[in-house]
């Protein structure tokens, strides 16, 4: 069973900062091979993938987080952290981790945390 934990949520002012981390240390997996992203769900609406960095460590982000947030992960850790600064209230919503690794000829192998709830207060 792959284990994704996720974890820094909370509450936090508008204007703050908050860094979010995905720990994968206790998955039997090679995470150097996974792309690695975070996502936010708001009750009501689809789920939005917030960012993302690859196994090459090439970076994506939703234009709602650009130029306030940073993606980075350290492999040998297994672990992938979601910088976020100037957080607005749009911003609220549950952050779940998943990992992703393509697989020739088969589905891709992805794997979800259980998700952390921030909630930006204003």
């Known amino acids: 069973q792959v284990e994704l934990v996720e974890s820094g949520g909370g509450v936090v002012q508008a204007g703050g900062s908050l860094r979010l981390s995905c720990n994968a240390a206790t998955a039997s997996i090679y995470f150097n091979y996974y792309d690695v992203a975070w996502n936010r769900q708001v009750p009501g609406k689809q789920r939005e993938l917030v960012a993302i960095?690859?196994?090459?460590?090439?970076?994506e982000y939703a234009d709602s987080v650009k130029g306030r947030a940073s993606i980075s992960r350290d492999n040998i850790k297994k672990t992938m952290d979601l910088q976020m600064n100037n957080v607005k209230p749009e911003d609220t919503g549950v952050y779940s981790c998943?990992?992703?690794?393509?697989?020739?000829?088969?589905?891709?192998?992805?794997?979800w945390g259980q998700g952390t709830q921030v909630t930006v207060s204003s």
């Open positions: 998943h990992a992703r690794r393509p697989v020739p000829g088969r589905s891709a192998l992805v794997y």
């Open positions: 960095i690859r196994a090459n460590h090439s970076t």
